[in-house]
Nanobody, 120 residues
Framework: QVQLVESGGGLVQAGGSLRLSCAVSGIIFRTRAMGWYRQAAGKQRELVATVSNAGSTNYADSVKGRFTISRDNAKNTLYLQMNSLKSEDTAVYYC??????????????WGQGTQVTVSS
């Protein structure tokens, strides 16, 4: 059974940092593309960052320079380091896995999400 379990969310003040984790099981993690998405209240889901199986990364313009996506293949875990957090980063954050970055959005496996709330 494929499982993706996000953790690390919480309440943080603006300017603070959080590190999200996504523990993956049931797939060969090292062969998969991974991504982080978020959905704020009243808004559509948006792509935050992706990392390919080879380690290539891409970021949404809104988080570039503040967030870092990484993977530890030995631990089957995906990370999102979030620094300089802003109130507009408040959202439920989801991780996803797929065979390629191109198929993440429509055909990926998804976790349950973890809430990130940034206070002023």
């Amino acid at each position: 059974q494929v499982q993706l379990v996000e953790s690390g969310g919480g309440l943080v003040q603006a300017g603070g940092s959080l590190r999200l984790s996504c523990a993956v099981s049931g797939i060969i993690f090292r062969t998969r593309a991974m991504g982080w998405y978020r959905q704020a209240a009243g808004k559509q889901r948006e792509l935050v960052a992706t990392v390919s199986n080879a380690g290539s990364t891409n970021y949404a313009d809104s988080v570039k320079g503040r967030f870092t996506i990484s993977r530890d293949n030995a631990k089957n875990t995906l990370y999102l380091q979030m620094n300089s957090l802003k109130s507009e980063d408040t959202a439920v954050y989801y991780c996803a896995a797929s065979y390629s970055v191109a198929t993440l959005t429509d055909r990926g496996y998804w976790g349950q999400g973890t809430q990130v709330t940034v206070s002023s």
